[in-house]
């Protein structure tokens, strides 16, 4: 095997096999990466139900294969576990799974120097997308006619969203259902990272056969992962088929062109000066001054808050300095992740706030946050 | 008869050159408004963005931005810095919908006590013409 | 990790507790929304068991409780309710015990749910969402972007309302002539503003009521204790004799706006308090019993709407009320009985249901509404998370007219005198406050009552 294979790839445990999607590849190379001593531990989304999971950070390996299976209706960004796993253990190593945004959450925060890249095992999972909990609760009772208590399994494939329950199979074009307003959170709508090509080994389902899963690996550190777990006799694999890796690369395009047509739609441009600056004053008008969506932000990586730096509860401001700070000083490094809106107790939609401002600094100075490690924050100054 | 409304204007020096400029202005007895109120820095790199907000919410209609020309910074690269400082302020404060003059930058050497006097001249007639800065609260004065 | 509820507003944003504080997106209640409260949590100093001031073995000092308690006559109970039900129906059985009853000084009024705010057409609030209870926020928020006319009655303007009607301690009656139709209204109902609340809930349809409340478990605590009595009244009679002994479970006498009525609390012959922090009111305190964290006990939590939800964690204050009760003689209770018993004494089979509304104010303050002659006057505008240590808030809000007039500087100082004496703090300007008032989020040592009549100097 090397840099650059593409293969497609199983595990050998039957257990993790039937519980995990396609084939529990990435729980098996968690419970390798553990058992083989590659890392001292790992992060992992528990589950609770369909619709919950909780990040842990174990190393126990039975606990981890409890968390196998996919859940696209919990939304969580893992970056802030790893900053924590890092601040505890600053000489530790750490594998978890990582979508795009949890990916690039860390290489950001590995430019700033909260974890150590060198020593983060990355399984990149392709996405494309993630739903917010309660209201496909909803949308499963109104569109699918399902009880969502009753859902055992959930899938997207070929742009349509699948649930299972003992009984029946329902897919749903993802295009109808956002048209009705359910679908994936409005911030994967215009994602156009789908396959983390920042990570070690990019797994999907997208090209792979049935209980099987797609793997692409991108480094040193990929390529003794999979050794790793092959030498443990925790997985099998193949090569890659050449439809296959068709078929991935044609899901990615559809998916980024898809993307482009939702950021084109959310993004109307304000041209009128005097709009824009009602427009935010409008938006940020019921801030709470909760700080919630600092707490949740996977990019937000001071010691001491600049944002707060200058913010005082007691000041009567027309605009929170709080927030323009923050629109600030993440503008270089926002990825889109969505956890700011997805938190709010007052709706603000603070990620596309967000995203308007570092559209502009990004566009400037030619920098798409969390990709790699070779161009320093566009802070920097020589 | 009403009073002419004269705007104010934070003005960041740095301690080597704008500084010295402004005064060379004013000893050299330069005619400028009495729109300014001057804030000296060690560095215009030490103006941090933060300082240029507050400066705004608190009812300033215009922020300066000045310092040494570049390559003539006296800590090497402050200068450089500070101007990518107000590029992305620059970026913020439009976004928000203020209007381009309400932030400038400047490089001000020493002898130029002139220029800074002009300079002052010209920004206050800009700001004059644009009118109070919509960030202003009503109550202050 | 277990699931814990907030103390702050009760709401249940779906927290949960760990060695660190984390959220569920899928919280029934509040779809992984959060506030920075909760996040708060996890700063508190434990008290340790001690008698006399002095640190003890925990089954001594059980022991000294129950003597004391079966030596002293005229004893109360009160639980405000920042213990689970399950907690509180121990405490209940062990006030029945010297033939009492808990006193919960929050009456057991259980109003509509806040998706009846999402769907009214017309709201009437009283509270300030962003600050008292800013969960409740969103829901108006989304009634007013399908169309809803909301009104508020403050002491200031409230940004969300299309409508403020600006509140005057000086013409408090206006609240007397609302016409209430068939609005929905929320309101704050908690031990401080017993005469406002009653003057409302008895002007409009009981069944269109919000009704917030602070501290954990208030409607759980007031719906399984049948104890009638204002904190006012449990001070005034401590000070008149006719209390002679104090259990306090997790609750805080400190709330009430003046402090010179606390000196009550030395006439006392005893005060037991259980409690998970320490502060200068287990200093205070002849027996000190700990307690688990406000948001560490095991059981069921009534959150404003009635809805029951779940916490996890420990049993360690109903093990200890259970030892009480058994070196008393009696019947001990362990957690499994008395969550059955709770669960049938609500009338809800599982969590998550909602208990039956109830709309009878049986518990009547004795005074109407206080009248206010003209003049300034500081206004103690309390929130529920202050009182559990979680806001920093230390400035009082001011109208631009009030500083234009006193020539106030930015971070210059109000200097204020009541009867009580003066006091200079920070302060903050806000629009659309009348110039005679004064509001201040937290507890000033020269307030009087929630409203103190000052003068400016």
Sequence with gaps: MNIGDRIVAWSKDEEIKKEGASGGLVTSLLTAALKGELVDEVIALQKVSEFEGV???????????????????????????????????????????????????????????????????????????????????????????????????????????????????????????????????????????????????????????????????????????????????????????????????????????????????????????????????????????????????????????????????????????????????????????????????????????????????????????????????????? | MEEEWTPKITLFCCNWCSYAGSDDAGVGRKQQPPSTRTIRVMCSGRTDPGFVLTALMEGSDAVLFTGCHIGDCHYISGNYKAKKRFEMLKEILDEIGLEDERLQLQWISASEGSEFAEYIRKVTEEIKAIGPSPLRQEWMK | ????????????????????????????????????????????????????????????????????????????????????????????????????????????????????????????????????????????????????????????????????????????????????????????????????????????????????????????????????????????????????????LESDPRIVPDDALLSALDKLDVLIVQQSAHNSLSDRANIVLPNDRTFEGKGTVLNFEGRALETEGKTEGIKIISEILKSAGKEETSYDSLHAEVLSKLGITEIDEYVVPEHNLVYKPETELKKYEGGSHLIYVYTPFLWNNTIDRDFVEISPGLAESLNLHKDGLLKMTSSKGSAAVKYKIVEDVPDNVVLSPMKLPISTDVITPIEFK
């Design chain 3, 1 to 248: 990790m277990n699931k814990i509820v907030c103390p702050g507003c009760n709401l249940g944003c779906g927290l949960y507790m760990n060695d660190v504080l984390y959220f569920r997106k899928n919280a029934p209640v509040n779809s992984g929304k959060l506030c920075k409260f909760g996040m708060k949590l996890h700063k508190y100093e434990k008290a340790l068991p001690m008698i006399g001031g002095k640190e003890e073995e925990l089954s001594n000092v059980i022991s000294a409780a129950s003597k004391k308690l079966a030596e002293t006559k005229d004893f109360a109970f009160v639980s405000f309710g920042n213990v689970t039900c399950e907690e509180q129906l121990a405490f209940t059985k062990l006030a029945s015990t010297v033939g009492s009853d808990v006193y919960t000084c929050i009456p057991g009024f259980v109003g509509a749910d806040i998706e009846k705010i999402r769907q009214s057409t017309e709201i009437i609030t009283f509270i300030d969402p962003y600050t008292t209870y800013p969960l409740i926020l969103r829901h108006m928020l989304y009634a007013k972007e399908n169309g809803a006319k909301i009104t508020s009655y403050y002491w200031k303007k409230i940004r969300i309302a299309d409508e403020s009607v600006i509140l005057n301690p000086t013409e408090i009656d206006k609240i007397k002539s609302i016409d209430f139709g068939d609005s929905l209204v929320i309101l704050d109902l908690n031990p401080l503003n017993l005469e406002f609340s009653n003057e409302i809930i008895n002007s409009c349809n009981r069944e269109n009521i919000v009704c917030l409340k602070p501290f954990l478990n208030s409607t759980g605590a007031s719906l399984l204790s049948g104890g009638e009595k204002s904190i006012y009244q449990i001070l005034d009679e401590i000070k008149e004799k006719k209390i002679k002994g104090l259990y306090l």
């Design chain 1, 55 to 382: 990040p842990i950070r174990t190393s126990n390996v039975d606990e981890v294969i409890k968390c196998s299976g996919s859940l696209h209706a919990a939304p969580i960004n893992l970056t802030k576990f790893a900053v924590r796993f890092f601040e505890a253990h600053p000489d530790g190593t750490l594998a978890l799974p990582a979508k795009p945004c949890d990916a690039r959450g860390i290489i950001e925060q590995a430019k700033r120097k909260k974890i150590n890249l060198e020593k983060t095992y990355l399984i990149g999972l392709n996405c494309g997308g993630t739903m917010p909990p309660i209201t496909t609760m909803k949308m499963l009772e109104k569109m699918y006619e399902i009880n969502p208590d009753d859902v055992i399994e959930e899938e997207i494939e070929r742009g349509k969203l699948i649930f299972k329950t003992e009984k029946e199979e329902k897919a749903i074009s993802i295009d109808e259902l956002e048209e009705a307003g359910y679908g994936r959170r409005e911030n994967c709508r215009y994602c156009e990272t789908n396959i983390p090509v920042m990570t070690d080994v990019a797994c999907g389902n997208w090209g792979a056969g049935k209980n099987e899963t797609f793997v692409e690996i991108f480094t040193e550190k990929g390529l003794k992962l999979m050794n790793n777990a092959i030498e443990l006799g925790l997985i099998e694999t193949a090569p890659a088929t050449e439809k296959g890796i068709k078929i991935r690369e044609k899901t990615n395009s559809v998916m980024e062109k898809v993307a482009k047509k939702w950021h084109k739609k959310i993004f109307v441009p304000i041209e009128d000066r005097l709009e824009r600056f009602h427009y935010y004053m409008d938006v940020m008008e019921d801030c709470i001054d909760c700080e919630a969506c600092k707490y949740v932000c996977p990019v937000c990586a001071c010691d001491e808050s600049k944002c707060i730096d200058f913010y005082d509860p007691m000041d009567s401001h027309k605009i929170s300095i709080y927030h323009l700070v923050r629109l600030l000083h993440i503008s270089d490094s926002c990825i889109g992740c969505g956890q700011c809106t997805d938190v709010c107790p007052a709706e603000i939609p603070l990620t596309i706030l967000h995203r308007r401002m570092a559209d502009r600094i990004q566009a400037k100075y030619d920098y798409i946050p969390g990709m790699d490690m070779k161009i320093p924050p566009s802070f920097e100054v020589e």
